[in-house]
């Protein structure tokens, strides 16, 4: 998530009164380390402020790591179940449809979690490269055909945001490598090719901005 992004999230996050936002499941939360220090816009934009107001946030993700409080699978019922009794009041679901094959079958779990009256805020990719996490369905819908995606809801507000291209991102955005470093790789393609591969399908978006989706819906 770039920073663009996740100010958006942030600010959607802030106007939902607490009664109606609390508990909030972080469907796809990664580690605490990807949210503090990898991307630590992520901290300051969405999670810091969430700490402030003092309710409770459940980060689930499929991989065990420090920071993910609730470890399993979408696509299994018996983890959905579980996810079902904790009572949540709202869902965060970022940047994690494009990286499912079956996606309406996990919408509608994240779906029967949600209370009728609750939230469910949903962001990733409208207009960005190829990248595999492990795969990449190419998903980039925008604000409504993301919204039709989940039934039973309505749409409160979406956005496209405008993320800017690689240039003007910081370090947290980009990684470590410098724009003079990014053009030297371009023009090595026999080292390291599946590496060269990526860099080159992000390209573009040197110059080209990336954009994302996000909408802000209330189940009915």
């Not at 579980?82 to 679901?93: D, F, I, N, P, Y």
């Not at 003079?180 to 390291?192: I, S």
Request: proline share 6%; glycine share 8%.
């Amino acid at each position: 998530m770039h920073i663009k992004e996740s100010l958006w999230v942030g600010a959607q996050l802030a106007e939902i009164p607490d009664a109606r936002l609390f508990p909030l499941l972080d469907i796809g939360s990664s580690t605490r380390e990807f949210r503090t220090i990898i991307q630590p816009h992520l901290e300051s934009s969405i999670y810091a402020p969430l700490r402030v107001r003092g309710g409770k946030v459940w980060h689930a993700d499929i991989k065990p790591a420090d920071g993910v409080d609730l470890v399993g699978d979408l696509l299994d019922e018996s983890y959905v179940q579980r996810l079902r009794e904790l009572g949540v009041r709202s869902v965060m679901v970022t940047n994690i449809l494009h990286h499912v094959v079956e996606r309406q079958r996990l919408i509608d779990n994240v779906l029967s979690v949600v209370p009728a009256g609750g939230y469910v805020i949903v962001s990733g990719p409208n207009r960005y490269p190829k990248h595999y996490d492990p795969i990449d369905t190419l998903f980039r819908p925008n604000v409504e055909a993301l919204a039709a995606c989940f039934p039973g809801t309505d749409l409160v507000r979406g956005e496209i945001i405008d993320s800017g291209n690689w240039r003007q991102w910081n370090k947290a955005e980009r990684g470590n490598r410098s724009l003079g470093r990014t053009v030297a790789r371009l023009g090595l393609p026999f080292y390291k090719p599946a590496e060269w591969w990526r860099l080159a399908r992000q390209s573009p978006f040197l110059v080209r901005h990336m954009r994302a989706v996000a909408v802000v819906l209330r189940k009915r």
